[in-house]
């Protein structure tokens, strides 16, 4: 017996989903090209070795391929690997570009509620020497208009460095082959309390107990500029190259963000790790926030819907002469904003359109499908939305219904009287007005 469905943690996508996807994906586009931005494209395929290594520890959610001459491929995980084998193949040394595509991680769908194996990305990254956080900056100032654009509530972008990590894990006595993992570690804070963390890095990744705690006196910080002065004077930290570089970076951030006006929704956060390995400074997370209920005035996180960061060695990694690119780039996590839209839309109760079609076809009587047909082909012809029911002699009720269900605002009338008079009734399906054209 054949079961019909769709392959696990995949799913079909209907009119009223596409659309309310086509309509996101149009607000995240416009503000793309606002910033002046480029599209390119890239395979679904990739070479294997392309992939391999570049993900830490989700090297194993990649999906494998192998072609008839034994070529070992795989499917994409990101848009970021192949934006960067796409520069060092092309020699691109300067570019400002946007994609948007579909991405496949063999991740297991049942565990994780909107997980797919399949799923679209979008991003905007810019690569190019430049001076200091102001590509970064916007980058942030991208993200906040995306998330104000699409009116999904409160939100904050959080905002750190891998080098102040790297600087913290340094000071802390964590041995540099370590700190890769325990930036995985910590990047679980926002899901887990800190006792948990504290112990995956003692019981399972083979931190001492005292490197741990002192960890955890940095991690657990946030705040804004105050917070990065304050730790430009920590005796510790400041005595650390690394993370002396990316403090004042950040302070150096926060000036232009100033600038922007957007801090008020950006916090410069310890914790914050991002689990990717080819990041090398900024990194920063978009979360959204939800008011529990009246009573509560507490603010909790939905989920990550955007992030990104600073990565200057990838594309280095792919070029013979080891030539760098510095590059930084946000993703806006397009699946995630969909699912809380279309969460809200049902909630509403209102409908959304699937088709754009402005105006029907109709007519009132029996031995008129010619005039339909020469009516319509006019409107097409003339750059119109148009439709028609598909019988020979559809009732005036039908075809007005049709409307309704559908949306489409008018109805283009032509009876024996109109054909005679040489006009058209125009019908305001809603108002039920009419006027002849």
Same mark, same amino acid.
């Given at each position: ?221 946030? +705040? ?6 304050? $730790?430009? *004077?920590?005796? /510790?930290? !400041?005595?650390? &190259? %690394? ?89 806006? +996590? ?6 809380? $839209?279309? *969460?809200?839309? /049902?909630? !509403?109760?209102? &409908? %959304? ?85």
């Amino acid at each position: 017996r054949l079961v019909l469905g769709t392959g696990q943690g995949t799913r079909d996508h209907p009119p009223a989903q596409a659309a309310l996807r086509d309509r996101l994906l149009s607000t995240v586009v416009s503000c793309f090209k606002r910033h002046g931005a480029a599209a390119i494209d890239t395979p679904v395929l990739e070479l294997r070795e392309t992939l391999m290594g570049k993900y830490g520890e989700d090297t194993k959610l990649i999906y494998e391929l192998q072609d008839q001459r034994g070529e070992l491929l795989a499917l994409r995980y990101d848009l970021t690997v192949p934006f960067a084998r796409y520069l060092a193949m092309n020699k691109i040394t300067n570019i400002k570009r946007y994609h948007i595509a579909k991405v496949y991680r063999r991740d297991n769908p049942a565990t994780t509620r909107g997980r797919y194996r399949e799923f679209y990305q979008c991003d905007f990254d810019i690569a190019g020497q430049f001076d200091p956080m102001i590509p970064d900056a916007e980058c942030l100032k991208i993200v906040h208009e995306i998330l104000s654009d699409l009116q999904l509530g409160d939100f904050v972008i959080k905002v750190n460095d891998r080098r102040i990590l790297n600087g913290v894990f340094a000071v802390c006595g964590v041995p540099e082959n370590k700190f890769i993992t325990a930036c995985s570690t910590v990047d679980k804070l926002d899901k887990v309390p800190w006792e948990e963390v504290r112990s995956e890095m003692v019981g399972e990744k083979g931190l001492s107990p005292e490197a741990a705690d002192r960890i955890g006196e940095y991690v657990q910080l946030h +705040g804004g500029l105050d917070l990065i002065e304050q $730790l430009l *004077q920590d005796p /510790k930290l !400041s005595q650390n &190259k %690394l993370a002396k570089e990316g403090l004042s970076d950040m302070k150096l951030l926060f000036e232009y963000l100033t600038l922007f006006g957007i801090t008020g929704k950006i916090s410069f956060d310890l914790s914050l790790a991002r689990g990717l390995d080819y990041y090398t400074g900024v990194i920063f997370e978009a979360v959204l926030l939800q008011q529990e209920n009246e009573h509560v005035e507490e603010l909790v996180g939905v989920g990550s819907v955007a992030g990104g960061g600073r990565y200057d060695g990838l594309v280095g990694m792919f070029d013979p002469k080891g030539r760098k690119v510095p590059c930084v780039g946000v993703s806006i +996590g397009i699946e995630r904003i969909f699912s809380i $839209l279309e *969460q809200r839309l /049902k909630a !509403s109760g209102e &409908k %959304l359109r699937t088709t754009e079609t402005q105006v029907l076809v109709a007519t009132p009587h029996k031995q008129l499908l010619a005039a339909r047909l020469k009516l319509i082909s006019e409107l097409w012809d003339a750059g119109i939305k148009a439709e028609m029911l598909y019988k020979k002699d559809p009732k005036l009720l039908k075809q007005l219904q049709y409307c309704e269900d559908t949306g489409i605002p008018l109805a283009a009338i032509v009876g024996e009287q109109e054909l005679a008079d040489g006009v058209v009734k125009l019908r305001d399906v809603s108002t039920r007005e009419e006027v002849r054209v």
